[in-house]
Structures are given as C-alpha cells and as structure tokens.
C-alpha cells in the first residue's frame, strides 16, 4: 500500500534559523487561534522546537502578554522562569527583530501595564539555564545579528491596525448566543494549511511574508489588457493606449463607456437600465432629472446622489448605533438590534448602515419594524423610503435613507446567525462561505444552510425544505 500523503504541509524549518536550538511554549490565551497559527508557521521557520505542553524542556515562552501568560499558566510553574532576561520579540517579515530599546530584566510576575506595550508584541521569557548566551541589557541574547530597523515599527503598527481591526468585529453589540465568539477564546492550534481567514481582510498581507507561492494571477490580468489594448489601439495614435502613459484604461475614456458607468452609481440604476439611458440620448446625470421612466428608489438615488456616494465616519455611525438601539428598545423591550457590514468588521468609515435585528423570544419580532421605522421616521432620522421587500411572512427588508439605513428585520431568532454572517460580511467571506457549503453538498444563503441536491450538467443543485439550524455565527 502506498505511504500516506500528510494531509497537512508543514512550514520548512531553517535549521539555522534564529530560534534555532530553543525549544518554545506557544501561549495560546489572547491570541485569536488564526493569528496564533500564522506566528506558529513563521516561528517554525525560524528554527526553534515547539512543545504542546509546557515541558521542562521549554527554554522559551512566547506570549502575547503577562496576563494572558498568568492565565494559561499558574504562577508556580513559571518560578523558573523568574528573574531573568524577558525582551519582547516582534516576528516580522518572516524575521525576527529585536527591539534593543525594549530590552530589560524582568520578572514575569512584575510586568505593569506599561510594559504591555501592544498587543502585537510577543514577548519571550528566557529561563536561566538555557540563557547562557545571554549578556548584558544591551545586547540581544541571540548570537545571530538582527536587522533592527524602522521597518520594525511599520510592521508593528500595521499589526497593531489589524489587531485593532479584528477585536472591533467582537466588540459589537452582543448577540443572543454569540458571546462565545470572545477573540481570546482557547481553541487548538490548528496547523492545516492556511485558509483565507473570514474576519480578517488583511490576513493576504500576512500570507504573502509566509512561503507562499501562489499561481501568477497577474499574467492573467495582464492577458486580458493586451487584448484589450489590441481592441481600442488607434493606429493613429500610439502614444495614447498605454495604461500606464494614459493614467487610465482607454476605454474609461469613451464616452459610451463613462456614462453608463456614471448612470450605474446611480442608487437603484444597473447596468441595464444605465445602457437603456445612454441609448436614449442622456449624457449626464441633470438630463436624467427629465426622464419619466425613473423609478421612486432612482430618482431619490439621484436626487441624494453625492450623500449617498460619501461614506459616513465610523464615529457618526457609533452615534447612530446608539440611537438605534435606544429607539428600539423603547418600543420593544430585549429586542436585539446589532448595525453590521463593514462597521461591525471594525471599518473607518461605512458606505451605509445595515441593522440586524431579532428577538430572543423568536416572536416578538414580528410586526417590529413597522413601528421602529415609523419611529425613526417621526424623529427625522429616516426621511425616505427606497426599498421595501416581503420575503416571507416573518423576514422583511427595509431600506429607507437618508442616513442610507439598510434594516433587516423580522429575523426569527433561529435563523438569526445566518443573518448576521450575511449581512456583516465582507462579501468576500460570504462567497468563501457559500462556496465552501456547496462543496460539501450544502446551500447556505442569510436564511440558513441547507441540504442541497445534486445539480445535474454542472448546475447547482436546488436546496432542500429542511434547514440545520445553528444558534451562533461560530456554529455556522
Ligand atoms: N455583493 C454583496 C454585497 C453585500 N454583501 C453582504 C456583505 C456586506 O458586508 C453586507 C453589507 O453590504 P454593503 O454593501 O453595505 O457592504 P459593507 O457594509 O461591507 O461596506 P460599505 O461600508 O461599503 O457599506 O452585505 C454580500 O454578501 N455580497
């Protein structure tokens, strides 16, 4: 019989590495299972052993700070570890630099909250025995020369934005079932290949200082363009098709082209109604203002054309959170009302609102929304109405802007977490998330997962009346 084929790729270690000769205790407590995963994988390269248990044959403690240390480990079993060098180590660009600055004597037990300088630090604890290389406070304890430069600083801030990032996905308002979702929840420390992982928009950034050979996808772009350039080439004017020499694709500059993508930006205007547009002779968005066969929802699009097309900042939208919460308990009490998209993903700014709302009693939400839009309605914070859908008896959607607020209401408590998976995002991860359910025979859309059958000449197949139900976005 043929050997087995590992299922799980292990990460080249560098016998040479930096680390090498150390043998590591990986703190899991604090560190989001993923992001653990991704310093496992570059630690390892660096040349260290690493245990699973905290053996006495750990010479080293990585962790992410004194509390999370304390918490996965009792004080007593780091006795051995008192009073000797602790310098915190930043992994970086698949290097490990040391910041001299930061270097000290320490005991574990004594860390202040000062010396937690940020959450992306790693901090290592070397016992004294296995420290003999170690000097002075001045110099790192690695016989290696690390490059120590300010690209240090870059890459730690550039951590810390994402850690910043992440922790906001779970700082949302919580959720019936979902408070599990805590980042520094213990979870084993998984060592298959990496995945794209679903909160984290910037985890390609990290993958990329992994060993990563992805395929050349931008031959592929590049292709495409070459035949592109081919088709708008003027012959007459050679210097005048070259992406970079033009500062835009050439066909950004026909006017067909323009306009039907002006058109598009339109709230409630697609593409096909954008062409339509152009045919009839509109140029620009002041001609449309005559056009008869405008829907109510596009003509308001048009009307709040630059309101719609700014994004809010994250603070106004942590005002209106607020407001809307305040306005929906008043008229429901418990009623759980959470904004998704790319707020709850933590984002700087958000293109819209999208509220989420159920009731843990799984009855109450019926009939909710019509009052809570009224209200907000009355109070001004709503003044127009774009969309209004029925989905079913129970879920219903609402759009009205101004304040371009997408709700969601009517989510009956059991299907709540498909809702909000949905409707947070990013639609990267929804795509991921679908594609994953179709290939294990499943359908999964905001309203549950379901057993799918099989589709037959490469069509998907239809999804089943039966729903599995999950309570939290975890569990789904
Ligand atoms: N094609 C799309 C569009 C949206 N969504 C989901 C994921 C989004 O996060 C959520 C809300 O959609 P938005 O268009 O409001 O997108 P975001 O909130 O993510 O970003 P923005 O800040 O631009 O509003 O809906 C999706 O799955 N697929």
Known sequence: MAPKTPKNKSTPQDPDGI???????????????????????KLVQMGPAIEERLSKRVTHLFAMNSEALLKQVAAERLERFKGVKGSPLSVARGQLEIRRRYLRICTILKWTEKEITSQTSLYSLAPKEANKNATSDEEPSHSKKIRSSSEDSKNINAESKEDAKSSAVYDAPSTPGSSDDSPSTLSPVNTSPLTPDPFNEDVDTMQTSLLYSPPDLNRTITEIFGKLVNIFRDPGDSDNWEVIQAGALHFEKDEKVRTITLFGEVWGIGPATALKLYETGYRTLDDLKNENSLTNSQRIGLKYFDDIKQRIPRHEVQEMDLLLQKVGEDILHGVNIVCGGSFRRGKASCGDLDIIITHPDGRSHRGFLSKYVESLKDMKFLTEDLIFTTHSEETCRKMPTLNLCRVFSGIPRDIYAFGLIAWTGNDVLNRWLRLLAESKGFRLDDTGLFPATHGSGGKRGTRASTILKFNTEKEV
């Open 19 to 41: 680390l090498a000769g150390m043998v590591v205790f990986l703190v899991q407590n604090g560190v989001q299972p993923r992001r653990l995963q991704i310093r496992r994988q």
